[in-house]
Structure formats: C-alpha cells, structure tokens
C-alpha cells in the first residue's frame, strides 16, 4: 500500500507542473502571481486594480521594469516585481499582450457621444497609436481616476503631451472621458 501511495505522490508532484502550464507554457507559469489581483486572463473586473490582457508589449514591459526599478511608485507592484531579471518581465509583458482584450460592440450609446468625442479629440493618438502608452477603452474606470489623481498630485508622472491634453479639459470633460471609456467594459457597447 505505502509502495502505491508513494508511486501515485511522484506521479502526482511530476505532473502538477506540466498540467499548470498546459498549453500555455513557461510565461503562465510566470504570471500565476498576477492572476490574484490582475485576473485569470488578464481582465480584471471594475476597481483600482487594471486589466493587463491586450496592452501593448512595449507598454507593459517599461511599466513593469520602472515598477522593479523603483522609478513608478505602486502599492505592492514595486515589490511584486523585486527580484526578476528583464527576461522574465519581458515574459511577463509577451504573455499578456498576446491575451484579447474585452470584446467591444460597435454602437455607442448617445449619453456617451460626448466622451467619445472628446476622447478622439484628446486622448486617441497615443493611447490608441502608440505602443509605450496603454490602451485605454475597457479599462477600470477607478484605476483610471486613481492613475489621474497621481499625477495630479506628482506622485506619478506623466508626459508633457498628456499634462497638455489634460489641462485642456475642465473637471466635466474628463469625467465624460471617464464615462464614455468605462462604458466599453460594462453593459453598454463602445467601438
């Protein structure tokens, strides 16, 4: 009886591993840390903490290593990311932009036009154009609040072009940016 137990634990401990990773290899492996606060897939529901599945490698790969580095203060990410090498970040930043992002209709609703609108205006050619800059529609309007709040206040920084487009807008304006980008992760469709 010891003899069987002992074989099925060997069997057990070799197998756990390769059915953890599954298909999806060593980056999983890597993230399973993340999956806690940031989702299975990379989607996280509304709160301060955002969803990572879809952002751009680029993106995810310089705020991961500011975070290791120290340069992008975090509550716990600066922590979390102690320790690993730019291999693993890099990793890291592969597997989740290779996961999709929420899927997203193509009507707008008419209470949203406006920060649609003032979203095209404003925000659009970076966060939609460029790949050191994160892809913004879908994403936990809380997160955002938080992110801009930071950088109002200087505890984040924020590139002069931003700065820029934010001052163009008054308190109003912004919350209906707000508005209109949460709406692409909830009930109500965006494009």
């Known amino acids: 009886m010891r003899v069987v137990i002992g074989q099925l634990l060997i069997g057990l401990f070799f197998a756990v591993p390769s059915l953890q990773a599954g298909s999806r290899g060593e980056p999983f ?6 999956i806690n606060c940031h989702g299975f897939e ?17 993106y ?9 580095d120290g340069t992008l203060k975090g509550t716990i990410m600066n922590r979390a990311m102690e320790g690993y090498d ?26 949203h036009e406006q920060g649609k609108r003032l979203y095209a205006q404003h925000c659009s050619s970076c966060h939609e154009q460029q790949a050191d800059t994160p892809y913004v529609k879908g994403q936990n309007a809380q997160y955002m609040q938080g992110v801009l709040t930071d950088m109002a206040t200087g505890q984040r920084t924020m590139p002069e072009e931003m700065a820029s487009a934010i001052r163009a807008l008054n308190k109003e304006q912004l919350q209906q940016i ?8 909830r009930e109500v469709p965006c494009r």
Request: glycine share 10%; charged share 15%.
């Open 86 to 111: 730019d291999q693993t970040l890099r990793q890291f930043a592969e597997y989740y932009s290779r996961l999709p992002k929420e899927t997203m209709g193509a009507v707008v609703p008419q209470a």
């Open 29 to 34: 492996m890597l993230s399973n840390g993340c």
């Open 60 to 68: 995810l790969y310089k705020t991961l290593s500011a975070y290791r």
């Open 178 to 185: 707000l508005d209109y980008l949460q709406g692409c992760a």
């Open 42 to 58: 990379g989607q996280r529901t509304p709160g301060v903490i955002p969803s990572l599945a879809g952002q751009s490698e680029s």
